[in-house]
């Protein structure tokens, strides 16, 4: 089973940029489709990021084009979210997710296997 674990969240004045990880783990197989979503106090989870493992095509919201990149190390098995300028809006716990089909996806339901989540905090 795979197992999913993010870190790098934080607090962050507005502007700045964090980086955040997610470290796969268990029987994870390359053909899984990758995705970041979020979920801001009182507001549903939102698809921010995703990338198909094999053909390395990527997605992004609207709200994530031009200042997120998301990123493979594949000997770790490790998936990265680089966010650059970012805004009190984006403020939300960040989750890690997988899934078993190979082409990337934003249906949430798609997604077979969830980390915990890492907070981003962005001050103005």
């Known amino acids: 089973q795979a197992q999913l674990v993010e870190s790098g969240g934080g607090l962050v004045q507005a502007g700045g940029s964090v980086r955040l990880s997610c470290a796969a783990s268990?029987?994870?197989?390359?053909?899984?489709?990758m995705g970041w979503f979020r979920q801001a106090p009182g507001k549903a989870r939102e698809f921010v990021a995703g990338?198909?493992?094999?053909?390395?095509?990527?997605s992004y919201a609207n709200s994530a084009k031009g200042r997120f990149t998301l990123s493979r190390d594949i000997t770790k098995n490790t998936v990265h979210l680089q966010m650059n300028s970012l805004k009190p809006e984006d403020t939300a716990v960040y989750y890690c997710?997988?899934?078993?089909?190979?082409?990337?996806?934003?249906?949430?339901?798609?997604?077979?296997?969830w980390g915990q989540g890492t907070q981003v905090t962005v001050s103005s």
């Open positions: 997710a997988a899934s078993l089909l190979s082409a990337v996806t934003a249906r949430e339901n798609d997604y077979d296997y």
């Open positions: 990338v198909g493992w094999r053909g390395s095509s990527t």
């Open positions: 268990g029987r994870l197989f390359s053909t899984y489709s």
